[in-house]
């Protein structure tokens, strides 16, 4: 079945860049997405690409797709300690109407 | 924010009791969903809609009902709650029209714990 892989972990210094990395295993993915996850709260869309892109930026937020290898990175530019969370990557389950497959989540820790 | 609550935020309830969380939403969307997000797990569907009166089981649905009568509510019951059902729901809503279509946007979730 589809999976997605992502590391748990990621510890940066503020002012530094993150990249966050997932890969994934289903080619007929429409769309992919990056949420981010603060403690206590639910899950907030950060951003997504359609999968006939290759790079998206939006602010502070690129993400790079490489369909070759199934590999989707979440890269934050100047990132500071209120980027800490957990992020989760997620690709469209294909075939289904629309069902996301999350991957674990990687915890950024971002020390001052 | 997308325009979804969740009731209760929080519950506490004995094993063997019945328990049903519910998701409520403004945007009129078709799609909606059940989760729960479990240490080591990340978010594992439970149930889904496409629709008023029209669900389906996703990965993790054993123990757990739905229903959907009307498009703004989507209601999760657990007929039996068991310890292992102790976890964190979201609930999240989506719609092929609008936007990027298979995008999903979450509630705030409910935190239950099963003693």
């Known amino acids: 079945g589809e999976d997605v892989e992502q590391s748990l972990f990621l510890s940066v210094r503020e002012g530094d860049s993150s990249v966050i990395n997932c890969t994934y295993t289903?080619?007929?993915?429409?769309?992919l997405y990056w949420y981010k996850q603060e403690p206590g709260a639910g899950l907030q869309l950060l951003t997504y690409?359609?999968?006939?892109?290759d790079m998206k930026q939006d602010q502070r937020l690129t993400v790079l797709l490489n369909k070759k290898d199934k590999h989707l990175s979440l890269r934050i530019a100047d990132t500071q300690t209120g980027d800490s969370a957990i992020y989760f990557c997620?690709?469209?389950?294909?075939?289904?109407?629309?069902?996301?497959?999350f991957g674990k989540g990687t915890k950024l820790s971002v020390k001052p | 924010d997308a325009g979804i609550t969740q009731s209760p935020r929080h519950k506490v309830t004995e094993t063997g009791t019945p328990v049903t969380l519910r998701c409520h939403q403004t945007?009129?969307?078709?799609?909606m969903y059940w989760y729960r997000q479990d240490p080591g797990h990340g978010l594992r569907l439970i149930h889904y809609?496409?629709?008023?009166?029209?669900?389906d089981k996703g990965e993790v649905s054993d123990g757990y009902s739905v229903s959907r009568s009307k498009t703004e509510d989507f209601l999760l019951t657990l007929e039996s709650a068991t310890s292992s059902q102790t976890s964190v729901y979201f609930c999240?809503?989506?719609?092929?029209?609008?936007?990027?279509?298979?995008?999903?946007?979450f509630g705030p979730g409910t935190r239950l714990l099963v003693l």
């Open positions: 999240a809503i989506s719609d092929p029209l609008a936007g990027a279509g298979e995008t999903q946007y």
């Open positions: 289903d080619s007929s993915s429409t769309y």
């Open positions: 690409i359609f999968s006939n892109m």
């Open positions: 997620a690709e469209t389950e294909g075939g289904s109407q629309g069902n996301l497959i």
């Open positions: 945007e009129n969307h078709r799609y």
């Open positions: 809609s496409y629709g008023v009166k029209d669900t």
